[in-house]
């Protein structure tokens, strides 16, 4: 076996390890490499969290069929990825139907112009499943992280559910 050949190997099997297969998105573990990386370089830890959450997946997935629901989440990470800066932001998918992005170097007004935009091609977007169209939305909630990231995390958590419940109700 040629060393090229097991180099090539090791980088796909690593490549697997940091991203979520559905979506092609970073995972936990690609997020927290990139995060560290990130923060190395660049004492000024200023960056805007924004979390996403798919609007009635469970209805999608219960109704439609789980293929179904990983086109949805396919259809959000390409819109998600399209609204975003590869050399300085960093998108995952969480888990489930939830989303979080990390702008760096960006201010809370910046977050909030992406997440309308990527909200809006969301909605948008013609879904069809067996020739019905299925609405597709996305609940989103913002926070500027200047400390600790799990608080700011946390932030924006709460305003993504206060967006969903505003919705529901």
Known sequence: ISILLVDEQRKKFRRLSLTDSMTGLLNRTGF??????????????????????????????????HAAGDRALQIIANRMLSNTRTSHD?????????FMILLFRSQATDAIAIAQRISGQVTSHVFVVDGHTVPLS????????????????????????????????
């Open 138 to 169: 996305v609940s989103w909630g913002i926070a500027e992280v200047n400390g600790e990231l799990d608080v700011a995390i946390q932030n924006a958590d709460s305003a993504m559910y206060r967006m969903k419940h505003t919705k529901e109700g």
């Open 90 to 98: 960093i998108v995952i998918r969480t888990g489930g139907d939830e």
């Open 32 to 65: 927290n490499s990139q995060l560290e990386e990130y923060l190395e370089g660049n004492k000024q830890k200023n960056c805007v969290g924004i979390l996403l959450d798919v609007d009635n997946f469970k209805f999608i997935n219960d109704t439609w069929g």
